[in-house]
């Protein structure tokens, strides 16, 4: 999926390497232990999407952590039904440039992962419930402005939202407006493994059909009902290939919800299907949404009725010119200290922040956080610990070398 691209590539035509900054390489060889602390602290502090409590907790402590480094702190309430204060922080040096920087305190996991898979360290992995996406990207972010003086950069505003796991409804348009202006935005979220960088993510939206049958006893008079199971299983049918594959619309249907809840002697008379769609921009959304309508327009049950609605949710990221910019630079700091970045070749399936903030016509580096793994996922989630120095000095270098 992630090919590696020589450095003198036509795609990102990066400045030649220079020597490294010995003394700030080793000041971020010297953090990691910090930062590994850091990940344990993040990790215990469980914030899945919604919980209140939890956001409140890890609110309290980024605040702390940005007062630290002598931040003054903002926290902006989210728009609808969104749990969770935005933490705004905002540094001030001495330089020009005006950067904002996003990650997200929320993760996939809900209250009780936590027991059941306790942070730990092993083999030079630090596991834990959302240590890659996005704690990771957080203890990043701490760690390497810890690093800076006020001469290595201008204004930094620091933004971390609590819903992104779910598409950022509640904080998405705010994401958008503290990137307008912005010289440049640097987005935290966990890199690939080899360590690289995106060109572009994908669009989500939601996709609900609402499949409408009629109630019937199943033994007695099955006839006289209108099974809108069966309709929806025809709905799935007809649509399973609408998916085109890596790098290109996707689409799968994630959820079956009967209601009321179903009864096994009674013709189910109302099915709703929930589908999950990632798009390369919003033509392909409005396509696809014409496409499947088309599609499901004549029920395979007869009686039963069918309404699809595609609803959107996070918008694209397309690497503009300005953006590969900034990516060529990210990959000329990584030669500087003999390293590679990898370059994912086409869009990358998950949508991420970097689509709102990118709205704002600024450029955007996506994918600046840990090399990490088993994210959305049942599998153990994980982050590189060796790759903490490279991934500090590599943030703490870009933004110096924005400082104008």
Known sequence: MIRTLLLASALLASPAAAAPDKVLLAAATAAAPGVTATLEQLVNIETGTGDAEGMATMGAYLETRFKALGATVERVKPTGTTRGDIIVARLQGRGKSNLLLIGHMDTVYQRGALARAPFHVADGKAYGPGIADDKGGLAVILHSLALLKPADFGTITVAINTDEEVGSPGSGAIITELARGRDAVLSFEPTYIPEGTVLGTSGTAFVVATITGKAAHAGNAPEQGINALVEAANVIARTRDLDQGQGKLRFNWTVVRQEPAGVRNIIPDSITLVGD?????????????????????????????????????????????????????????????????????????????????????????????????????????????EAVPRRLYLAAALIRQLRK
Not at 277 to 294: G, K, N, S, T
């Open 277 to 385: 769609l990632r798009v390369p921009d919003d033509a392909a959304r409005d396509a696809f949404a014409a496409e499947i309508a088309r599609r499901v327009a004549t029920p395979g049950v007869a009686g039963a009725k069918v309404e699809v609605k595609v609803i959107p949710g996070r918008p694209a990221y397309t690497a503009d010119a300005a953006s590969r910019a900034l990516i060529a630079r990210a990959v000329a700091i990584y030669a500087d200290i003999g390293e590679t970045i990898a370059i994912a070749p086409g869009r990358m399936g998950g949508g991420t922040d970097a689509g709102f903030a990118a709205r704002a016509g600024v450029p955007v580096i996506e994918a600046l956080g840990l090399p990490g793994y088993g994210y959305h996922s049942s599998a153990a989630e994980y982050v590189h610990l």
